[in-house]
């Protein structure tokens, strides 16, 4: 477990499927998200569970979990580089209650400790959809700075939109 304040990240084990399963269905969530909005079956998300539990390799998923132990939605490294030290980041709250409570803060925050701290990591990428300004919001307040865009790059609910590109140095 990778212990916080406010909630805890643990590994993905396959009992999570109904969770995902209601998360990937979720448009406001997903849309803005890099796979964008696809319904999806449950037994297709099953087909993932394998490569979704698997910590072994360039990404590391994260469920994360309110103290009472709820799952509240996923946090990522993914594209691990071990030469540059590089990587990106990914995540959403999929239980829409939980959004806004500081859940998706705290949970980039005790990733990025953890890539610093035991993967030796020293830079962190992303990529937010510009439109999205609640994350573009938070990746702000979490320290990231903005070294590009993208124009008309992502097409979502019927317009063509913007996406930024940020960085953090965690080193
Ligand atoms: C973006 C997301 C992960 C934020 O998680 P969250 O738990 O709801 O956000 P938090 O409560 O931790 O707030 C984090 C920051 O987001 C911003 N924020 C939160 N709610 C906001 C709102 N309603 N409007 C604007 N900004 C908001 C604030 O900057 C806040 O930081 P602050 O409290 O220090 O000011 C979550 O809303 C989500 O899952 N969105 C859909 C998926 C997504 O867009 N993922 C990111 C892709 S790059």
């Known amino acids: 477990?990778?212990?916080?304040?406010?909630?805890?990240l643990?590994?993905?084990?396959?009992?999570d499927l109904t969770y995902l399963y209601q998360w990937?269905?979720?448009?406001e969530t997903f849309m803005y998200l890099g796979g964008g909005f696809l319904p999806t079956s449950i037994d297709q998300l099953e087909k993932w569970m394998d490569v979704m539990i698997d910590t072994t390799g360039?990404?590391?998923?994260?469920?994360?979990?309110?103290?009472?132990?709820?799952?509240?939605g996923m946090v990522?490294?993914?594209?691990?580089?071990?030469?540059?030290?590089?990587c990106e980041i990914g995540v959403y709250i999929g239980d829409k209650?939980?959004?806004?409570?500081?859940y998706g803060k705290e949970a980039c925050l005790l990733t990025e400790k953890y890539a610093k701290k035991y993967l030796n990591l020293r830079k962190i990428k992303l990529s937010v959809v510009s439109d999205n300004k609640r994350a573009l919001n938070m990746w702000e307040s979490l320290g990231y700075k903005k070294v590009g865009e993208y124009i008309a790059e992502?097409?979502?609910k019927?317009?063509?939109r913007n996406l930024t590109i940020m960085e953090k140095f965690i080193d």
Request: aromatic fraction near 10%.
């Open 1 to 8: 477990m990778i212990r916080g304040e406010k909630i805890y």
């Open 10 to 15: 643990r590994p993905i084990q396959k009992s």
């Open 24 to 27: 990937k269905n979720d448009e």
């Open 58 to 72: 360039r990404d590391k998923r994260f469920i994360i979990c309110d103290n009472d132990g709820s799952p509240k």
């Open 76 to 86: 990522g490294l993914y594209d691990i580089e071990w030469i540059h030290r590089t």
């Open 97 to 102: 209650d939980a959004k806004g409570k500081g």
């Open 154 to 156: 992502r097409y979502i």
């Open 158 to 160: 019927g317009a063509y």
